[in-house]
């Protein structure tokens, strides 16, 4: 036991370090990151946290891939592209709230809300990052209205598509958490699809309007997926 908590120690302090060195992370994010990513691994185990590794990577190639363009847009990620403690909170806290839910209850329902989470996350974040540059006549989600590039709540095909592969990506390393494979697969990637574009209204509404900022949006966002890939793996298992 206490081999094992030093070598996921290891890990954690070796991601959290990454973070920061390769610019991805300010050093509370890089601290949050860690304890984030340890909770992770001890109440989940490897492949919860091998997802969220991974989203970790696809969301700073995306954010860093073509930077200045989105600058020149005036859609590029804030300090350029340095995520701090908020952002990491706002992505992750929903997995492990998940995650305790499933270590206490053993449930594959959990398993399912846990990825769709990170599908959310990682979803999001590359219709957005890569969204920007693909996408092509953004539209309001709430009227469809033309809007800029960045717009809160705009969306296009090319983000949806993002969204899609995002979320389908995290759905291959929930596979090894239930025999029902059929099930888990579409209901992590459909929930994270979900949880995407209910990102997107709440954007629209919600975050356009002051109640709440990019980091509770992503959190609710998150929490919702989770929950819509709960309610799909429950339907279709």
Do not use: C
């Not at 997995?95 to 449930?107: P, R």
């Not at 717009?151 to 995002?166: K, P, R, Y």
């Amino acid at each position: 036991m206490l081999e094992r908590l030093t070598v996921d120690l290891a890990v954690v302090a070796g991601l959290g370090f990454g973070s920061y060195h390769f610019r991805a992370l300010d050093a509370k994010g890089a601290v949050t990151a860690a304890l984030l990513g340890l909770a992770v691994i001890e109440l989940g185990g490897l492949y919860p946290f091998a997802a969220l590794v991974t989203f970790v990577v696809l969301g700073v190639l995306a954010t860093k891939y073509k930077f200045r363009e989105k600058a020149k847009l005036g859609a590029a990620q804030s300090r350029g592209g340095v995520r701090s403690w908020g952002n990491v909170l706002g992505n992750g806290l929903a997995t492990v709230i998940f995650l305790v839910f499933e270590y206490f209850s053993q449930m594959d329902v959990f398993w399912a809300a846990t990825f769709a989470a990170i599908a959310t996350a990682n979803g999001d974040t590359l219709a957005s990052e890569l969204g920007k540059i693909f996408g092509k006549s953004p539209k309001l989600i709430t009227n469809l209205k033309p809007a800029k590039p960045g717009t809160n709540g705009a969306v296009s095909i090319a983000g949806e598509l993002f969204a899609l592969m995002g979320a389908l990506v995290i759905a291959l390393f929930a596979l090894p958490s239930t025999g029902k494979n059929t099930a888990m697969l579409l209901a992590v990637t459909l929930g994270g699809l979900v949880g995407v574009n209910l990102d997107s209204l709440i954007g629209a509404t919600l975050e356009r309007e002051g109640i709440t900022n990019n980091n509770s949006t992503n959190f609710l966002a998150s929490l919702l997926g989770g929950f819509a890939g709960a309610g799909l793996f429950y339907l279709l298992a």
